[in-house]
């Protein structure tokens, strides 16, 4: 098992930037690729970014890539979602995710592909 807990959200203004981290522990050596999703309140949970854990490759979701950096620190055991140009619709409640061998493609953007999940961190922008 992996265990996550993101941090680093907050109010921020429309324009701005947040850094989200996401400390994993436990198994690390499960574990494929790394993932953030969101959800926006009275909607869907939905995929923004994900890094695949060895060797780095990351992928975006299309509203966001040329806005959000995905990065991991191995050493560390964390990944991170650097955040700028932040807009109103961006409010939502960030969730980290970890992908295990064997669940998915690399490039993955399935919730059932990750099976571990942090508590969410919430990240509000004001217009």
């Known amino acids: 098992q992996v265990q996550l807990v993101e941090s680093g959200g907050g109010l921020v203004q429309a324009g701005g930037s947040l850094r989200l981290s996401c400390a994993a522990s436990?198994?690390?050596?499960?574990?494929?690729?790394m993932g953030w999703f969101r959800q926006a309140p009275g909607r869907e949970r939905w995929f923004v970014a994900g890094?695949?854990?060895?060797?780095?490759?990351?992928y975006y979701a299309e509203s966001v890539k040329d806005r959000f950096t995905i990065s991991r620190d191995i050493a560390k055991n964390t990944v991170f979602l650097q955040m700028n140009s932040l807009k109103p619709e961006d409010t939502a409640l960030y969730y980290c995710?970890?992908?295990?061998?064997?669940?998915?493609?690399?490039?993955?953007?399935?919730?059932?592909?990750?099976?571990?999940w942090g508590q969410g961190t919430q990240v509000t922008v004001s217009s």
């Open positions: 436990g198994s690390i050596f499960t574990v494929a690729g």
């Open positions: 995710a970890a992908r295990t061998h064997g669940s998915g493609y690399y490039n993955s953007t399935r919730e059932p592909d990750f099976g571990s």
């Open positions: 890094i695949t854990w060895l060797g780095g490759t990351k």
